[in-house]
């Protein structure tokens, strides 16, 4: 196995914060290339009260990421990571 580590740009959320993937968009061409949006949210503590905030961001990404993209999986910093697996060919 491989790994590629990929940083989504323009992160929106803060260092270090955990943001949960909640939705990918159908794949579009965006500058010659297919795109995705996905959809990530925080939720953080309102000042003192006991209130939730809820924060809400969509993200352009390349395509190629959806591998390694999983709807509820938690994600920090915007770090994305690619797992490769090299298949065997065991034909006789």
Known sequence: ??????????W??????QAQ???IS????HDNKIMIYVYFKVERMKGNSKDKEVKVEKILADWGTLP????QHYYIDGDIVIIAV???DNTV
């Open 26 to 29: 159908s794949p579009f061409w």
């Open 12 to 17: 929106p959320f803060n260092k270090g914060e």
């Open 68 to 71: 390694a993209l999983a709807i």
């Open 1 to 10: 196995m491989s790994e590629q580590r990929v940083k989504l740009q323009h």
């Open 86 to 88: 090299k298949i065997l």
């Open 21 to 23: 993937l909640i939705w």
